[in-house]
C-alpha cells in the first residue's frame, strides 16, 4: 500500500513569505490583535504575568502555523495543548535574555578595548 503524503516544500522566496503573512493576519486579524492586547497586559504583571504573556505570545505563533499548515485550531484548543508548558515559557524566556545580556556586554567591551586609544610612551 503506497503512503499519500504531500509534495515536500519548496524554498519560499521574500515575496511569498510576505504575502503569506499578509493574508494570514487578513483572515485573523482580529484573534492576533486581541491575543496580543491580552499578552501586553499580562506583562505588567511580575513573574506569573510575563510567564503568562510568553504563552500567549507562543499561541499567537501555534494558531498562525497551524492555519499555514491547513490545520486550524480554535484559540480554545490552541490554550489547553501550550498551557501546561506556562513555566517553560518563563524559563527560556529567562535563558534568552541572559545570552542576550551577556553578548550585549562582551559585544560592549570589546567595542570599548577598541575604540579606546592608549597613550604612546
Known sequence: MASQSSPPIRPLNVGDVVSAAISLFRTNFGT???????S??????????????L?????????????LNRQPETVDQSLQAIEPR??????????????????GYAVSFAMTIVTTPFPLP
Do not use: D, H
Open 32 to 38: 492576533y490583535i486581541g491575543l496580543n492586547l491580552k
Open 55 to 67: 504563552m500567549i505570545q507562543s499561541q499567537i505563533a501555534r494558531l498562525g502555523f497551524r492555519e
Open 86 to 103: 506556562l513555566w517553560t515559557f518563563l524559563g527560556i524566556g529567562l535563558l534568552v535574555w541572559l545570552i542576550q545580556a551577556a553578548v
Open 40 to 53: 501586553v497586559l499580562w506583562f505588567m504583571v511580575p513573574v506569573y504575568g510575563w510567564a503568562r504573556g
